[in-house]
């Protein structure tokens, strides 16, 4: 059993598939980074200073000013500010794939199609064998 795993694990598309969730594991974290440090900041400030992270709805009824305030004293919140960063987030990662995927699309020549196997019979118009010299229906003789 071992080595019918070290087999399946040692496979090119297996390990092309681990080489992929791990840079796409990294790729994520920068695409964090990206949102949260570098986009959100500007449309926070476009929209009055507001910090997507620290926006939440508190459930307890008291009053809190951050989030981080709100945790560490337990209180229920609704994070809606972050939830905001990861659509985002993810919206910009569905795109950078989707560009990927069509410039990987584009390099990647359509198969050639297959040759014919027949042809017409330039009499009866039927569909006959590539090679053949008569027509099995109309029994023409055809041009070599």
């Given at each position: 059993m071992l080595k019918e795993?070290?087999?399946?694990?040692?496979?090119?598309?297996?390990?092309?598939?681990?080489?992929?969730?791990?840079?796409?594991?990294?790729?994520?974290?920068?695409?964090?980074?990206?949102?949260?440090?570098v986009i959100m900041p500007p449309i926070g400030v476009l929209l009055g200073k507001v910090d997507f992270s620290n926006l939440f709805i508190n459930l307890?009824?008291?009053?809190?000013?951050?989030?981080?305030?709100a945790k560490a004293a337990g209180v229920a919140t609704i994070n809606y500010g972050v939830f905001l960063n990861?659509?985002?987030d993810f919206l910009i990662v569905a795109f950078v794939i989707f560009l990927v995927v069509r410039q990987i699309n584009r390099w990647s020549k359509p198969p050639a199609p297959p040759a014919s196997t027949t042809k017409e019979c330039p009499y009866c118009v039927s569909s006959i064998p590539i090679k053949a010299t008569r027509c099995p229906n109309c029994t023409s003789q055809l041009a070599a």
């Open positions: 795993f070290k087999e399946f694990a040692m496979r090119g598309n297996v390990m092309d598939m681990a080489v992929g969730i791990i840079i796409g594991a990294a790729f994520g974290r920068i695409i964090t980074s990206l949102v949260a440090d307890s009824g008291k009053p809190y000013d951050t989030l981080a305030a990861t659509v985002i």
